[in-house]
């Protein structure tokens, strides 16, 4: 499979043997898909700036004190190709790829667009992984049924995921509509920890993690933290999550639970800056860090 050569790959790597597909764990995976962005546009730039700032990303973690992608290895590859492709037809496209990828044996990092390619990544994971929770950091519930009557809509991609049955936990909820609001109090498939009330329960963390199942796939959304520390986003929020409260919660979860994949989402660049497609350039690596780092992925 084609990958992308230094320096265009994730974190620059410089080693043959440690960005080729075949010798591998990880794979970047590119979902630039923008079509029903409902505010600012130009999340479909998101993923190659994150690739591009993280080959500024110092490859030593000081905290988990090693250099997390040599004993991986990571691949990454070019953009998926969404040419006359929109809506159903763009979640079947992203679908088919991130099977592949899983068939192949790969820990799949997704980096997309607009939130609506999360719907395919899950998909593709359900198949592969029973008894699936969905860890969904984010400003906005994205549970409406449908929004401008598009059931594809990014605002609408936590509802697909709910009609599949899967269990659902939300970090950092602080805009949704009473139709949203409605259905996380009767589903009991929802669990939602609203940013409002997080800072004063000390024990939130453990709450949502006790509300998850053995298998976890992470769905982070750029504008699920605070603006101030994440300013290109498509549809900033004030009051939301920060650094180090953010990764004390992918810690625990990765301690305890089979985190299986992951994808990050929104991020809309801004000219002149570069701090939030580095912010999760380097959250991306951080994450890597943890999942293998308790290496429950060995189940």
């Given at each position: 499979?084609?990958?992308?050569?230094?320096?265009?790959?994730?974190?620059?790597?410089?080693?043959?043997?440690?960005?080729?597909?075949?010798?591998?764990?990880?794979?970047?995976?590119?979902?630039?898909?923008?079509?029903?962005?409902?505010?600012?546009?130009?999340?479909?730039?998101?993923?190659?700036?994150?690739?591009?700032?993280?080959?500024?990303?110092?490859?030593?973690?000081?905290?988990?004190?090693?250099?997390?992608?040599?004993?991986?290895?990571?691949?990454?590859?070019?953009?998926?190709?969404?040419?006359?492709?929109?809506?159903?037809?763009?979640i079947d496209t992203i679908e088919r790829a991130t099977e592949r990828l899983l068939n192949d044996g790969k820990f799949v990092v997704?980096?997309?667009?607009?939130?609506?390619?999360?719907?395919?990544?899950?998909?593709?994971?359900?198949?592969?992984?029973?008894?699936?929770?969905?860890?969904?950091?984010?400003?906005?519930?994205?549970?409406?049924?449908?929004?401008?009557?598009?059931?594809?809509?990014?605002?609408?991609?936590?509802?697909?995921?709910?009609?599949?049955?899967?269990?659902?936990?939300?970090?950092?909820?602080?805009?949704?509509?009473?139709?949203?609001?409605?259905?996380?109090?009767?589903?009991?498939?929802?669990?939602?920890?609203?940013?409002?009330?997080?800072?004063?329960?000390?024990?939130?963390?453990?709450?949502?993690?006790?509300?998850?199942?053995?298998?976890?796939y992470i769905t982070i959304d750029a504008d699920g933290f605070d603006p101030s520390i994440m300013p290109g986003v498509g549809t900033?929020?004030?009051?939301?999550?920060?650094?180090?409260?953010?990764?004390?919660?992918?810690?625990?979860?990765?301690?305890?639970?089979?985190?299986?994949?992951?994808?990050?989402?929104?991020?809309?660049?801004?000219?002149?800056?570069?701090?939030?497609?580095?912010?999760?350039?380097?959250?991306?690596?951080?994450?890597?860090?943890?999942?293998?780092?308790?290496?429950?992925?060995?189940?």
């Amino acid at each position: 499979m084609d990958v992308l050569d230094t320096p265009e790959n994730f974190l620059g790597i410089e080693n043959k043997n440690l960005y080729d597909y075949q010798t591998s764990k990880v794979v970047i995976q590119s979902a630039p898909y923008e079509y029903t962005s409902s505010y600012l546009m130009g999340s479909s730039k998101g993923p190659e700036a994150i690739i591009k700032a993280s080959q500024y990303v110092e490859l030593y973690d000081e905290e988990l004190a090693e250099e997390t992608y040599l004993k991986l290895g990571i691949a990454t590859l070019p953009p998926i190709d969404f040419s006359d492709k929109i809506n159903e037809n763009a979640i079947d496209t992203i679908e088919r790829a991130t099977e592949r990828l899983l068939n192949d044996g790969k820990f799949v990092v997704s980096l997309g667009a607009e939130h609506t390619v999360t719907y395919g990544f899950v998909k593709a994971f359900s198949k592969k992984y029973a008894n699936l929770s969905v860890l969904q950091i984010d400003a906005h519930s994205d549970l409406r049924y449908a929004y401008h009557d598009n059931i594809f809509s990014h605002a609408s991609v936590m509802h697909r995921i709910h009609d599949m049955g899967l269990n659902i936990c939300q970090a950092g909820i602080r805009a949704q509509c009473i139709e949203e609001a409605e259905l996380i109090k009767k589903s009991t498939n929802i669990h939602t920890f609203y940013a409002h009330s997080i800072r004063s329960n000390p024990n939130w963390i453990t709450e949502l993690v006790s509300n998850l199942t053995e298998n976890v796939y992470i769905t982070i959304d750029a504008d699920g933290f605070d603006p101030s520390i994440m300013p290109g986003v498509g549809t900033a929020e004030p009051n939301g999550l920060l650094w180090n409260e953010t990764l004390d919660l992918l810690k625990k979860v990765c301690a305890t639970k089979h985190v299986v994949g992951f994808d990050i989402v929104e991020c809309a660049p801004i000219e002149g800056s570069i701090l939030s497609e580095y912010t999760l350039a380097k959250l991306a690596y951080k994450l890597l860090g943890y999942v293998f780092k308790g290496n429950r992925l060995s189940k």
